[in-house]
T-cell receptor
Framework: SQQGEEDPQALSIQEGENATMNCSYK?????LQWYRQNSGRGLVHLIL?????REKHSGRLRVTLDTSKKSSSLLITASRAADTASYFC???????????FGAGTILRVKS | ETGVTQTPRHLVMGMTNKKSLKCEQH?????MYWYKQSAKKPLELMFV???????ENNSVPSRFSPECPNSSHLFLHLHTLQPEDSALYLC?????????????FGPGTRLTVL
C-alpha cells in the first residue's frame, strides 16, 4: 500500500530555477528518504531525514520534514538539465521495516 | 554505479517460458530486495531477504519464485507469466533489512511478457 504521495505529479522548469517537490504521508514514521530515478534506470538515494530532524542539506538539495503535517519537501536549487528525473519519497515506520515509496514527481529541467 | 548489478537488462519472454533474473551486490550488505515498477504505479516491494532468509513476501503470485543462495546474490525465477507482469524489476540491497537503512538499487531488468 502507498504511504507517501508526491506533489506535483510533474514539474517543468527552466535551467537555473529552483524546483520544489512535496511528499505527504499518512502515519507516523521513523525516517523519510528521497530517491532519484533517471528514465528506465534504478533509483539512487539522495538524502535521509529522521523524524526528529526538521531540515537537512546536501549540496544543492534541501529537505524539510514537518511531522505535525506529515509532510516533507525536497528543494533543488539552481537546477540543471541533468536533474531531469523522477523523484520519490520513501517512508518507514507503519509497515515495520519496509520502505514504502510514493508514486513520484517527474521533473523536467529545460536548457 | 551503485555496486548492485542486474542481468539481463532486457528480457522478452512468452507466457510459457521459464527464465531467471539475477542480482549481485558488491557492497557487503546483508539484505536484498526485489521490487516491481509498472508504468504510472508506485514501486511495489515483492520480496525481502535478510541474512539469506526470506522475511517478506508481499502477496506475490507463485509464478514468481525468489532464491537467495548467499547474501551477495539474489535470483527471481519466472514461469508462466502474464502480460500484466511486464514491468521494470529492480533489485536493491541494504546493510540490514530495516527502513532506516539506505537502499542501493541496481539498474533493473526491463521484462516484456508476450
Amino acid at each position: 500500500s502507498q504511504q507517501g504521495e508526491e506533489d506535483p505529479q510533474a514539474l517543468s522548469i527552466q535551467e537555473g530555477e529552483n524546483a520544489t517537490m512535496n511528499c505527504s504521508y499518512k502515519t507516523s514514521i521513523n525516517n523519510l528518504q528521497w530517491y532519484r530515478q533517471n528514465s528506465g534506470r534504478g533509483l539512487v538515494h539522495l538524502i535521509l531525514i529522521r523524524s526528529n530532524e526538521r531540515e537537512k542539506h546536501s549540496g544543492r538539495l534541501r529537505v524539510t520534514l514537518d511531522t505535525s503535517k506529515k509532510s516533507s519537501s525536497l528543494l533543488i536549487t539552481a537546477s540543471r538539465a541533468a536533474d531531469t528525473a523522477s523523484y520519490f519519497c520513501a517512508t518507514d515506520g507503519e509497515y515495520g521495516n519496509k520502505l514504502v515509496f510514493g508514486a513520484g514527481t517527474i521533473l523536467r529541467v529545460k536548457s | 554505479e551503485t555496486g548492485v548489478t542486474q542481468t539481463p537488462r532486457h528480457l522478452v519472454m512468452g507466457m510459457t517460458n521459464k527464465k531467471s533474473l539475477k542480482c549481485e551486490q558488491h557492497l557487503g550488505h546483508n539484505a536484498m530486495y526485489w521490487y516491481k515498477q509498472s508504468a504510472k504505479k508506485p514501486l511495489e516491494l515483492m520480496f525481502v531477504y535478510n541474512f539469506k532468509e526470506q522475511t517478506e513476501n508481499n502477496s506475490v503470485p507463485s509464478r514468481f519464485s525468489p532464491e537467495c543462495p548467499n547474501s551477495s546474490h539474489l535470483f527471481l525465477h519466472l514461469h508462466t507469466l502474464q502480460p500484466e507482469d511486464s514491468a521494470l524489476y529492480l533489485c536493491a540491497s541494504s546493510q540490514v533489512a530495516g527502513g532506516g537503512d539506505t537502499q542501493y538499487f541496481g539498474p533493473g531488468t526491463r521484462l516484456t511478457v508476450l
